[in-house]
């Protein structure tokens, strides 16, 4: 391993080869890849150097997805994401702008057929030809279509590239929906719904894809298994309050000033499936997530659940957390996303024990018989008289 | 005119016979059903709108000072496999099949909440010797006064729901059963079962209203969009979402003669462990039964007169004086 590290160049762009074995690090144990997989990564972006091409195309969206990603800190990953990718076109990053920041985004497409990363941004408006979102004077739908044939991974970002996010909200004015669905459903995009999403789902997505060419582990809506395993109600620090009955009743409360469930308040912890609890925002320590400072989640990450629910409306409990003791056979540990049935309830009907045994009743009833035949008999005997004292005895 | 002491006890016997059957009219008619108090209070338990939290469970203990429970050993919390005197207020469930939909009957699985259904003609009261439970004249609560109790345990053996329990591991024993947190009524508040219910599914208030907004929930469409009542049925806030697909029955309004707690459910109530009762009540078919037996202490006497007759007739001149 010592070798390995050693042939790494001492510097990956600005940062020192510790500095990026670190990341590196973080980045699989955040994947829950053994750490061996970061220094893989780290050989993979050190390999010539050479940078994968990103085309980075916003549809209608708020860039709260780029600001969410230019905020991670461990490292500097605006520099990093610099570095380690070519990001030849992105209206929000990208240096020039009008003109020649179309040129760049059309140099990069011819030189790098089939090799590009596609990441969308944003939903796509497909009603009345897409015009309701146009850059540089074409529908942004068309502009995908061009694109995604030439990408070799597709990546949507954000709730709104993932399933539509607010633009699909009702009454959908634009016929908004995610990039996936936008492209006739033609290429497998990965998902990395949220609003704004983890930026740490998304650079250990794009290092995954980096390292191993290939998509991670994806469960049925496209998003990588590793981030949107578990539902929020699984990891959510204030469960606990959740199972012992204590809920906020109101913002400001008792309750809510103790840091109680806030189920009651409209939490759909319950029903959305993310990594918040445990992989945190902003990189400033516990509690800093939604949740955590008190705000109910509003599931932005699950479709039919955000921007569709309202929020004070309760989660269903449709996908139940298993309490207690786990059933081996349902849910292997780290194993599949799936729906578990409840258990650790009382059965309908309480169990009793299956009765006395044919055996068992045989011997007791023996028993009892040769009490009473002995009781019988010596119920008749006393009715007898004492038959006479024959004289003599010891006298 | 002779008579001998055999005729004549005959004909006495057969003389008391008569008298105490012409002071009993027969038949004896059935006992009248009783009415529901106008005041009765209950709980309304909503099977499709329960979540599972066990939130009523912890309350019920907390606010009522029953210890927890530990069934199985690995356990290190409260987990009771039925009502005991530990135990007043359960959360039951049923599962069938893959059990991944929620109540659905088929490959699907419902919660139930167990405890003291405040029956409007309760069994345990009529079979109680003593009156140590007793329905309370305005509320219609069922309640218990450890004070008078002697123990027979009758009540067990009455209730068609199987809900007093019995403190055998106490010196001291008393029936333990819901009795809807009187003593927090008494003080203003309401059952914590239901103030604590998250999502509505338990709804203290008048039976009157909660017969109402059963009646309301029945006649919505699958799907309609609706509100529930949290807490009390009176209590102003309410949680919004879909109507489920209710049996049209409302067990409670008239099962075992009614019941102050009603029940509303997807499941059928047969598979949620709930009895079928029929329209009268339990107390109401004993009562006449026994009733008629001790009109005119008709029964006393019947059995009297046989002892009488029997040691009449097993009595040889040998034993008079």
């Known amino acids: 391993m010592h070798d390995r590290l050693e042939s790494l160049p001492r510097n990956f762009g600005v940062l020192s080869r510790r500095d990026f074995l670190k990341f590196c690090a973080v980045a699989a144990?955040?994947?829950?890849?053994?750490?061996?997989?970061?220094?893989?990564?780290?050989?993979?972006?050190?390999?010539?150097?050479?940078?994968?091409?990103v085309i980075w195309i916003s549809g209608q969206e708020c860039t709260g997805c780029t600001e969410s990603l230019l905020r991670t800190t461990h490292p500097t990953v605006e520099k990093l994401i610099l570095d380690l990718i070519s990001l030849d076109y992105h209206e929000t990053l990208s240096t020039p702008s009008g003109e020649l920041a179309e040129a760049a985004k059309k140099k990069s497409l011819e030189e790098n057929r089939g090799k590009l990363i596609l990441v969308v941004e944003g939903s796509i408006p497909t009603k009345d030809g897409g015009i309701y979102c146009q850059i540089g004077g074409k529908p942004v739908l068309q502009i995908l279509q061009e694109v995604a044939p030439q990408a070799m991974a597709h990546v949507a970002i954000g709730s709104c590239a993932a399933w539509g996010g607010i633009p699909s909200a009702g009454p959908n004015p634009t016929g908004a929906v995610g990039a996936a669905e936008a492209l006739g459903g033609r290429y497998a995009f990965i998902n990395i719904p949220g609003c704004p999403p983890n930026p740490y789902n998304f650079l250990s997505t794009v290092l995954y894809l980096l390292t191993f060419k290939k998509a991670p582990e994806l469960d049925d809506q496209g998003r990588p298994k590793f981030a949107y395993r578990r539902l929020i109600h699984e990891g959510c620090e204030r469960r606990a309050h959740f199972d012992a009955g204590r809920f906020a009743l109101e913002f400001g409360d008792e309750g809510h000033r103790r840091g109680w469930c806030l189920y009651k308040l409209g939490c759909k912890g319950p029903e959305t499936f993310n990594n918040c609890p445990s992989q945190l925002f902003g990189d400033v320590g516990p509690r800093s997530w939604p949740v955590g400072t008190g705000a109910p989640c509003f599931g932005c990450s699950e479709k039919q659940v955000a921007f569709t629910k309202p929020i004070p409306e309760l989660a269903s409990l449709r996908y139940f957390t298993p309490g207690g003791i786990p059933v081996?056979?349902?849910?292997?540990?780290?194993?599949?996303?799936?729906?578990?049935?409840p258990v650790a309830f009382a059965p309908i009907?309480?169990?009793?024990?299956?009765?006395?045994?044919?055996?068992?009743?045989?011997?007791?009833g023996?028993?009892?018989?040769?009490?009473?035949?002995?009781?019988?008999?010596?119920?008749?005997?006393?009715?007898?008289?004492?038959?006479p004292q024959e004289g003599g005895g010891e006298g | 005119m002779a008579i001998s002491r055999r005729s004549f006890l005959k004909l006495a016997?057969?003389?008391?016979?008569?008298?105490?059957?012409?002071?009993?009219?027969?038949?004896?008619?059935?006992?009248?059903?009783?009415?529901?108090?106008?005041?009765?209070?209950?709980?309304?338990?909503?099977?499709?709108?329960?979540?599972g939290c066990k939130a009523c469970m912890s309350a019920c203990k907390e606010f009522n000072g029953l210890p927890p429970e530990h069934t199985d050993p690995r356990a290190i919390w409260d987990d009771p496999l039925d009502l005991s005197p530990k135990t007043v207020n359960i959360v039951k469930l049923y599962t069938h099949g893959s059990g991944l939909a929620k109540d659905r009957e088929v490959d699907g699985y419902a919660y139930i909440r167990r405890f003291c259904m405040h029956c409007v003609d309760p069994a345990c009261t009529s079979a109680c010797p003593v009156g140590a439970l007793y329905k309370d004249a305005r509320t219609g609560i069922v309640k218990y006064n450890p004070d008078v109790c002697i123990g027979c345990r009758y009540c067990q053996i009455a209730c068609p729901y199987n809900i007093p329990k019995f403190q055998w591991d106490s010196p001291f024993p008393r029936i333990v059963k819901c009795q809807m947190c009187d003593h927090l009524q008494a003080r203003g508040s309401f059952p914590a079962c239901c103030r604590f219910c998250p999502t509505g599914a338990s709804l203290f208030g008048e039976v009157r209203e909660l017969l109402r907004e059963a009646r309301r929930r029945l006649a919505l469409k699958e799907g309609e969009p609706t509100w529930f009542p949290l807490r009390r049925v009176?209590?102003?806030?309410?949680?919004?979402?879909?109507?489920?697909?209710?049996?049209?029955?409302?067990?409670g309004e008239k099962d075992g003669g009614g019941t102050q707690v009603l029940m509303l459910s997807s499941?059928?109530?047969?598979?949620?462990?709930?009895?079928?009762l029929g329209e009268d009540s339990i107390a109401s078919h004993s009562e006449t039964v026994y009733h008629a037996l001790y009109k005119g202490m008709l029964l006393p006497y019947l059995v009297l007169s046989g002892l009488v007759y029997l040691v009449y007739r097993n009595t040889t001149k040998k034993d008079l004086p």
């Not at chain 1, 893989?40 to 010539?48: H, K, L, S």
């Not at chain 1, 081996?328 to 049935?341: D, I, M, N, S, Y």
């Open chain 2, 267 to 276: 499941v059928p109530f047969a598979k949620l462990g709930l009895p079928a």
């Open chain 2, 234 to 251: 009176d209590s102003g806030s309410h949680t919004y979402r879909a109507a489920p697909a209710y049996l049209p029955y409302i067990y």
């Open chain 2, 13 to 51: 016997a057969g003389a008391g016979l008569a008298a105490g059957a012409s002071l009993a009219p027969a038949p004896v008619g059935a006992r009248p059903p009783v009415p529901r108090l106008p005041e009765a209070v209950g709980i309304l338990y909503d099977a499709t709108l329960c979540i």
């Open chain 1, 349 to 364: 009907e309480a169990p009793k024990g299956s009765g006395v045994s044919s055996g068992a009743a045989a011997v007791a």
């Open chain 1, 366 to 387: 023996a028993a009892v018989g040769a009490v009473v035949g002995a009781a019988a008999a010596m119920a008749v005997k006393l009715g007898q008289k004492e038959p």
């Open chain 1, 29 to 53: 144990a955040g994947m829950g890849l053994p750490l061996s997989a970061g220094i893989r990564m780290a050989e993979a972006v050190a390999e010539g150097m050479k940078k994968p091409p």
């Open chain 1, 328 to 341: 081996e056979e349902v849910r292997k540990g780290g194993g599949e996303l799936r729906v578990t049935p």
